[in-house]
């Protein structure tokens, strides 16, 4: 009796989930090994001298990350090493195991891994955040090394993808600082995100296109200035935006994505029904968009300035004050605070707003270089008015007892736990 040919019988059905189990789970250096045995490209004097190398590559690996004497360290620089040679062929190839194969045998055995070796190392040496204040904190290169060298090569590419989308953020801000005569220093003791010195950068094009001719990056006052000016002539908002003239052709791509959001928040800009005092608030959203210098000296004056319009009713400037007014700016609401007060155990810019890639650059920052939390209590016992520094203190310590552990685990490797948590207990808003 035959067998039907019909996609509905019992033998195909079984061929189809056989079909199925025939995935290979090899790590990719072995099938570029077994293709090129298979298929002649490797010959016996190759095979030699890559198991003549083999134990030095482990030995070294091992020696590198930890000892060279123990057997679990070198079973492990074993996978490390057989990674990072899948790593580079996988790379360098495009997946092609005849192509893998004809690399591993044109060249030794160790160069194999030292390429995969040097690709994790130069995306590493990548930054990890956007944020400016968070420059020169990433991790030591051993650590990241060790764990990078047993990710898989779909992990590398994503990670790769994202860091380089950073620094080409990066690069831009700092190009856009740079035509307004805004030193780089500036963007780091601010603690700047690239993304909201671009979009500052673009709204002022828009808005005040000599003030880069000027060399002027806005501060609140002069921002403000722009703004009310705008608004006294009643003009529609752009339905395109004009790209910095002469932004170099890399960059273009990169500034053009923020395009979009700017048009949108320009209309709310020049509505004469905001208030600008609401736009400018240090925990708005617009702040968190837009990167505006802080200028207490020019507040303090436009302050002095503006007193006969205050008497004729007019909307009053930001006002500028000591340290902790200026520093919270009436934002004293406990969310800000603890916000403040992890910046400040932390040792990274004060603030009272994070944006959600500032959060999980200061998460990692306490990772790397753990929390003090005195100098939180110490700032607040310097600074906040005398009569609420113990419900302060009080308050500050209560987080820390509960929030301590999640920001220091090690095992919360996407970070996950500690965002959520700081998403509840602080001033968190997305990018």
Aim: charged share 25%; proline share 6%.
């Amino acid at each position: 009796m035959t067998v039907p040919n019909t996609p509905s019988s019992t033998t195909d059905k079984i061929a189809a989930a056989n079909a199925l189990q025939l995935h290979d789970a090899r790590p990719f250096f072995e099938k570029a090994l077994a293709h090129g045995v298979q298929h002649g490209v490797l010959g016996a004097e190759k095979l030699a001298a890559i198991n003549a190398d083999a134990p030095k590559g482990m030995v070294q690996i091992a020696r590198y990350f930890g000892s060279e004497f123990l057997r679990p360290e070198l079973e492990k620089a074993r996978d490390r090493m057989v990674n990072l040679i899948s790593l580079y062929l996988l790379d360098t190839t495009g997946g092609d195991l005849h192509e893998a194969a004809i690399s591993l045998r044109d060249h030794s055995f160790l160069s194999r891994s030292k390429g995969g070796s040097d690709m994790l190392k130069r995306l590493i040496a990548m930054p990890e955040s956007s944020n400016f204040g968070m420059a020169g904190y990433a991790d030591a290169e051993t650590p990241l090394l060790a764990v990078w060298s047993l990710r898989s090569h779909a992990d590398y590419r994503a990670e790769l993808a994202r860091r380089t989308q950073i620094a080409q953020a990066i690069r831009a801000a700092q190009w856009l600082a740079g035509q307004f005569d805004l030193d780089p220093d500036e963007l780091e003791a601010a603690g700047a995100d690239a993304e909201a010195v671009i979009r500052a950068g673009l709204l002022m094009v828009a808005l005040a296109p000599k003030a880069m001719d000027l060399g002027e990056w806005p501060n609140t006052v002069s921002f403000e200035k722009v703004l009310m000016a705008q608004r006294k002539k009643k003009l529609a908002p752009p339905v395109q935006l004009r790209l910095p003239a002469g932004l170099p052709a890399e960059l273009r791509e990169v500034v053009q994505a923020h395009c979009a959001s700017v048009l949108a928040d320009l209309p709310k800009l020049l509505d004469a029904a905001t208030p600008v005092r609401t736009l400018l608030r240090p925990t708005g959203a617009f702040r968190a968009r837009y990167f505006l210098l802080d200028d207490p000296l020019a507040e303090v004056d436009n302050f002095h300035r503006s007193l006969d319009a205050l008497e004729e009713g007019e909307e009053p400037p930001l006002p500028a004050s000591k340290t902790w007014t200026r520093t919270v700016q009436g934002n004293d609401d406990e969310h800000s605070l603890l916000t403040l007060c992890l910046c400040l155990a932390a040792g990274a810019p004060k603030k009272t707003l994070l944006t959600e890639k500032t959060a999980a650059s200061l998460v990692r920052k306490i990772r790397k270089s753990g929390l003090q939390p005195a100098l939180a209590a110490d700032f607040i016992r310097a600074h906040a008015p005398g009569v609420h520094q113990q419900d302060y203190i009080a308050l500050w310590t209560g987080f820390v007892q509960d929030a301590e552990k999640t920001l220091l685990s090690d095992m919360d490797y996407q970070m996950h736990d500690a965002l959520a948590l700081l998403r509840r207990e602080c001033n968190v808003v997305g990018d």
